[in-house]
Structure formats: structure tokens, C-alpha cells
């Protein structure tokens, strides 16, 4: 935005500080009008013809819109995905554990990535890894649904979970 003196206009619209048309006026005129007031003359649409400029106190606009930012951005939630580990052989103890905390993430409006890693031979049982996988996606069907089903990534599959609405 272009303040007082930067503006390259012979004669703009000006409008008051509280919303009020002061009609097209010379720049000089415009800049000295604001200035005698404690304020600054601010460029808000360069487009039109005669530039429509504003009286304002420019740090305080300035100020107001950073407040509004930062409001705006407190407000917005980032869903991030997180991971969990298994194993064909998890224990009934261990695969709880783990629930609980697919259901936290759930609950939080994260996306879960289930990983399920094959070692050595348990490659030609690939079989019992997706079992393992729908049971846990079946456990908590009532937090999340597969977005991704279950796909073999060299050694590994993975299953995608993402939060009901």
C-alpha cells in the first residue's frame, strides 16, 4: 500500500476517516487534509480512475490486520498423520496399547498410517498381516474408516485411517 507522498496520481477520491466522501481532490490537497488531522492518506484502489485513497492511522490498520492473522491462524487445526507400528505376532497386550493410541489420534482428528513389517520368512505369510490390519480397522470403526486399504510396499503394507466426521 502506497502512503502520502508515494502515490502517483495528480488528484484522487478521498474518503474520511469515518467513511464520509470528501470528493476527488488534488494530491497536495488530499495529503495535507490527512496530515493536518494526525493521520496518513492511503492508496486502497489504484484501478479506479480518479485512485480512491483513505484517510487512516496507517500502524493501527497495519496492527488490526496482524491481529487478525495471528487470530485466524490460532483458530486452524493441522491434521498430521501418524504412524503406528505392528507386527504379525503382536501380543493381545501390546496390540491394545497400541489401539488406544489410534483411538487418541482418531479422537484428535489425525490420520492414522498403519505399518505392518514383514521380517525373513513371514514374507510368504502376508496373509496373516492383513488379517491383523482389518482386525485393528474393525476395532476402531466407530472413530475411523479406511481411506487407504492395505497395500504391500516392498517389505511392508500399510493401511490409511482417517477420523469420522
Known amino acids: 500500500m502506497l502512503l502520502n507522498h508515494a502515490i502517483n496520481a495528480s488528484q484522487v477520491r478521498v474518503i474520511a476517516e469515518d467513511g464520509d466522501q470528501l470528493g476527488i ?59 503406528v507400528k505392528l507386527r504379525t505376532h503382536t501380543e493381545q497386550h501390546d496390540l491394545d496399547v497400541k489401539l488406544k493410541n489410534i483411538r487418541k489420534f482418531l479422537d484428535d482428528g489425525n490420520k492414522v498410517k498403519l505399518t505392518l513389517r514383514f521380517r525373513g520368512r513371514e514374507m510368504m505369510h502376508s496373509k496373516l498381516g492383513l488379517e491383523q490390519l482389518k482386525r485393528v480397522a474393525a476395532e476402531v470403526d466407530e472413530l475411523g474408516k479406511v481411506d487407504q486399504m492395505p497395500s504391500m510396499e516392498g517389505r511392508q503394507m500399510s493401511m490409511l485411517i482417517v477420523p469420522r466426521k
Open 25 to 83: 481532490l488534488p494530491l497536495d490537497k488530499a495529503v495535507e487534509t490527512a496530515q493536518s488531522k494526525g493521520l496518513d492518506l492511503v492508496l486502497m484502489a489504484s484501478t479506479a480512475d480518479p485512485p480512491v485513497c483513505k484517510i487512516m492511522d496507517y500502524g493501527k490498520f497495519k496492527y488490526q490486520e496482524q491481529k487478525k492473522a495471528n487470530e485466524a491462524k490460532k483458530r486452524q487445526h493441522v491434521i498430521q498423520v501418524k504412524e
